[in-house]
């Protein structure tokens, strides 16, 4: 697994998806300027591939992808690569500023967004990506069986219990059925049973059943052999046989076809398994734990789902409770993802505020992103709100009373006139704060003479970051340009 310092050691390779060659031409020099090494992604055949072949996705630090592409719109190929939970920073390119454009980029899980005509801090973006990246790579590659059950934490009742019958479950070893929203953790509720059981010695192989193209869904569970298919060069096991006396984890399994359904029952019910084009049959030992976010009983209703198959698979039912149900977790769990990903770390009190109102549709998944986007973009082990991802600040009540909306920045945090008395303490500290941060960026850019780069270097900040501050506060930097 590669470090944030095996990062810095190599050149960042950027995956530039963009329609337009002039665009390519331009963006691929000065980047290249800046030492970063961009391939430049035009057809739709590649881009496919890059979404689809971990080889090729695993090569790259950071997507610049284009939102207006000719036939293909940019944002689908974005809601693509987060469907598929690629650890890698997406930025967003746009030929205009619209603020919209630029929120429906980031609701969508892009790392940022960057105006085609102002490049300027085009390569000092793409490496805060590539930071991020780093990350979220570290933390798809920890040792979740030492950490996952670090991340089942709080003290809500539903995660009480959760974590009360995990280390039964886990001695007894019957197939399990995972349910929850997306992104609220069932992989790790897999690989936690998995630490806890007797067959935690062997493997525990994860296979995503909605990612898997229909074709190849056989080779996948099952194996092949070799000249099964065209491009079948060598033999291959499949993830029954990886797991052999180990744990399987079938995510999504509410998506997988009813042909492949009949298949997998089979070899559960059997305990072996045919490789594709191969007459041999292999006895498997597997504990199956399988997991969904959809209701299966209505999908077996509707013919959608295979009934036998539902009632092997669902001898336990373990309920994983959505983010915003147990939003008093909040700090404990932010607590232990900083641990995780940069120990030392705090969320200052203003960022915690908007994490706690945000409703993490996307559950702890999207709190962790948000945590990494922080930690990337974070001049120091404060993470402060301007840190965060400007899609959180969305609907935030600040001090002014007025409320962010739909593609408005966030507007200057002044304390009101009347008597600071008048409102709670930490309320009158948050609003005394904010008004010494405005002046201090004022005095700032005075003595700047309105140049970002010079007042980021007397600040000791990024520039980045200094812009972000200076968007919160809805300070104009060219006012102070002599």
Request: with cysteine; proline share 5%; charged share 25%.
């Amino acid at each position: 697994m590669e470090s944030l310092g095996d990062q810095a050691d190599r050149r960042l390779q950027v995956a530039l998806i963009d329609d337009d060659p002039l665009v390519a031409w331009f963006i691929g020099r000065r980047l290249g300027g800046a030492g970063i090494a961009v391939e430049h992604l035009r057809t739709h055949e590649q881009i496919r591939r890059l979404i689809d072949d971990p080889s090729a996705h695993e090569r790259f630090d950071v997507i610049l992808l284009d939102v207006d592409l000719a036939d293909l719109s940019g944002l689908d190929v974005l809601a693509d690569l987060r469907a598929r939970g690629l650890p890698i920073a997406v930025v967003m390119l746009t030929g205009d500023d619209r603020a919209r454009t630029a929120t429906a980029a980031l609701r969508g899980g892009a790392f940022h967004y960057v105006v085609k005509s102002d490049l300027d801090q085009l390569a000092e973006i793409v490496g805060l990506a590539a930071r991020h990246t780093a990350l979220a790579r570290q933390a798809a590659g920890a040792d979740d069986d030492g950490g996952a059950t670090d991340l089942l934490v709080g003290a809500n009742p539903a995660m009480v219990r959760l974590r009360r019958m995990l280390p039964q479950l886990a001695r007894s070893t019957p197939n399990v059925l995972v349910t929850g929203e997306s992104g609220t953790g069932k992989e790790l509720v897999a690989r936690t049973l998995h630490a806890l059981s007797p067959r935690r010695a062997a493997r525990f192989v994860p296979l995503n059943c909605g990612a898997i193209p229909d074709g190849l869904i056989d080779s996948e569970l099952f194996g092949h052999a070799r000249g099964a298919f065209t491009g079948a060069v060598t033999a291959r096991p499949g993830v029954f046989a990886q797991a052999h006396r180990g744990t399987l984890f079938l995510d999504e399994i509410g998506d997988l076809p009813l042909a492949a359904q009949a298949r997998l029952l089979r070899a559960l019910q059997e305990g072996e398994i045919r490789p594709v084009g191969d007459d041999a049959v292999r006895e498997v030992d597997v504990w199956v734990i399988a997991a969904t976010h959809v209701d299966l009983a209505q999908e077996v209703q509707r013919g959608r789902f295979r009934a036998d198959l539902y009632f092997r698979l669902n001898v336990v039912n373990v309920v994983v409770p959505p983010l915003r149900e147990r939003k008093d977790d909040l700090p404990t769990l932010i607590g232990a993802l900083l641990r995780r990903h940069r120990p030392g770390a705090t969320v200052h009190a203003d960022a915690l505020e908007v994490l706690a109102a945000h409703d993490w549709p996307g559950n702890v998944r999207e709190l962790e992103n948000a945590l990494l986007h922080a930690l990337a973009l974070a001049s120091g082990p404060v993470l402060e709100p301007h840190a965060l991802p400007a899609a959180l600040l969305a609907g935030t009540r600040f001090a002014s009373g007025r409320t962010a909306v739909d593609g408005d920045e966030p507007p200057a945090l002044a304390p009101d006139a009347g008597d600071e008395a008048a409102v709670p303490l930490t309320e009158g500290k948050k609003r005394a704060a904010a008004e010494f941060e405005r002046k201090y960026l004022v005095r700032l850019l005075e003595q700047a003479s309105g140049s970002i780069s010079a007042a980021a270097r007397l600040a000791g900040i990024d520039r980045t970051n200094l812009r972000r501050l200076l968007q919160r506060h809805g300070i104009d930097s060219k006012r102070f340009r002599e």
